[in-house]
């Protein structure tokens, strides 16, 4: 069974930095894409991040680039989210997401991810 277990998230102030870790187990994940999604209240889960774990191809979302970095370390199993210049409106619950079928065109839908973690909250102040 897959299980993807978030930490890192927090409070900072804005213009601060927090790194988002996602912890996977259950399987080996070489062949996975792997997802950053976020949800502030009230609005619909969305896009940040996606890396693709074989190869290293990532991707974001154009209200995050320049800003957050994706990565990956195979030896612990574990993607990242390094968040810098934070953002007031970057408060979110941050979900980790995996996909062992993903087709990459497909990175920024929430359907082709078949496992999520539980979320990390990151609350920005201004």
């Known amino acids: 069974q897959v299980q993807l277990v978030e930490s890192g998230g927090g409070l900072v102030q804005a213009g601060g930095s927090l790194r988002l870790s996602c912890e996977a187990s259950?399987?080996?994940?070489?062949?996975?894409?792997m997802g950053w999604f976020r949800q502030a209240p009230g609005k619909e889960r969305e896009f940040v991040a996606a890396i693709n774990w074989s190869d290293g191809i990532t991707d974001y979302a154009q209200s995050v680039k320049g800003r957050f970095t994706i990565s990956r370390d195979g030896a612990k199993n574990t993607v990242y989210l390094q968040m810098n210049s934070l953002k007031p409106e970057d408060t979110a619950v941050y979900y980790c997401?995996?996909?062992?079928?993903?087709?990459?065109?497909?990175?920024?839908?929430?359907?082709?991810?078949?496992?999520w973690g539980q979320g990390t909250q990151v609350t920005v102040s201004s």
């Open positions: 259950g399987r080996t994940f070489s062949s996975y894409a």
């Open positions: 997401a995996a996909s062992a079928k993903l087709q990459w065109f497909t990175r920024v839908r929430l359907n082709p991810y078949e496992y």
